[in-house]
């Protein structure tokens, strides 16, 4: 499985973009990149994924850089309800996730 | 997104009891579910991949005779700790593969607090 690493820690304010990235450096050809958050004492929450190209929905975009070494989640308008761990994630061809020490997001007023 | 669901939110048991948790997809059906431990301050640990109408695989380090795993519907998987212990106690997440939207996610349910006294 390919490795990911993020920054423990991150501030950002609200309303403003947050900006979440991620390193996958070994990642391979078939190996999705999942985003996950979790909100503490709650289950993870999906936000994301994708594979080679950009992908946005209702929560977030995810943009994959072309040799897929690295993605950054952007959640375009952080609000304090999504101060919580984002787990950035690839996903392995056995379907299992991997969860590393993830990135503590806290929006501030 | 699809819901998943667990039972309980929160269990207190007495050192050497057995305790059932269940993990339903309510609005999907899913062969394969997934079994999470997370204790204080950690990230989750994978312990098992459920599969309906076979046998669960665990990951190295769980011990299966302790953790028992059914998943004899596709929307339904039951982890029962036996002979639980203090050490026991954690954060049980579950999550299902949902394979029905045309895309392939996991989605979690709300997580079962176990506390063994």
């Known amino acids: 499985d390919a490795k990911t690493t993020q920054p423990p820690s991150m501030d950002c304010a609200e309303g403003r973009a947050a900006n979440l990235p991620c390193n996958h450096s070994t990642i391979s050809g078939n190996e999705y990149v999942y985003w996950y958050r979790q909100i503490h004492s709650q289950g993870p929450q999906y936000i994301i994924h994708g594979l080679k190209n950009n992908e946005t929905n209702e929560m977030a975009s995810l943009i994959i850089t072309e040799d897929r070494k690295s993605s950054t989640l952007i959640l375009p308008h952080a609000t304090l309800r999504d101060t919580a761990v984002y787990y950035c994630i690839a996903r392995s061809n056995d379907y299992k996730l991997s969860f590393g020490a993830g990135t503590t997001v806290t929006v501030r007023a | 997104g699809a819901v998943v669901s667990q039972h309980p939110s929160w269990v207190i048991c007495k050192s050497g009891t057995s305790v059932k948790i269940e993990c339903r997809s309510l609005d999907f059906q899913a062969t394969t579910m997934f079994w999470y431990r997370q204790f204080p301050k950690q990230s989750l640990m994978l312990m098992a991949t459920?599969?309906?109408?076979?046998?669960?695989?665990?990951e190295q380090g769980v011990e299966k005779d302790k953790f028992l795993i059914n998943h004899a519907s596709l929307t339904l998987s039951t982890l029962t700790v036996t002979s639980a212990h203090p050490e026991d106690s954690s954060f049980y997440i579950c999550s299902a593969r949902d394979m029905t939207r045309g895309t392939d996610t996991q989605y979690f349910g709300p997580g079962t607090r176990l506390t063994v006294l």
């Open positions: 459920s599969n309906e109408g076979s046998k669960a695989t665990y």
